[in-house]
């Protein structure tokens, strides 16, 4: 599967970004979908993730409360909805594919990665 992301920008402290991620394929729904995030010189770390049916949801403790994860299995299309951003946001974010929920925190378990889209939050 391919995945494209889209949606970043800049945006003031306190304001919202919904980002995408579009998939190729006809296995999207087979998939469980994450989100990434990496801050310059840092390393890429979990934000959130969505099952295969988008029943479970996950979210980082740094996150939780103020972003939303969705997908629309018909639409081959997953959402990060961001809200209340923080400076400490500011960020590449990256959408994945991977194969178990189980393991939806987990970087490694990811099979398939979008290119990234900057999201830079200024206070």
């Known amino acids: 599967v391919q995945l494209q992301a889209s949606g970043g920008g800049l945006v003031q402290a306190g304001g919202s970004l919904r980002l995408s991620c579009a998939a190729s394929?006809?296995?999207?729904?087979?998939?469980?979908m994450g989100w990434f995030r990496q801050a310059p010189g840092k390393e890429r770390k979990f934000v959130a993730a969505i099952s295969e049916s988008g029943s479970l949801t996950l979210f980082a403790d740094s996150v939780e409360g103020r972003f939303t994860i969705s997908r629309d299995n018909a639409m081959n299309t997953m959402f990060l909805q961001m809200n209340g951003l923080k400076p400490e946001d500011t960020a590449v974010y990256y959408c994945a594919a991977g194969d178990l929920w189980r393991y939806s925190r987990f970087r490694d378990k990811y099979r398939y990665w979008g290119q990234g889209t900057l999201v830079t939050v200024s206070s």
């Open positions: 394929g006809r296995t999207f729904s087979s998939y469980t």
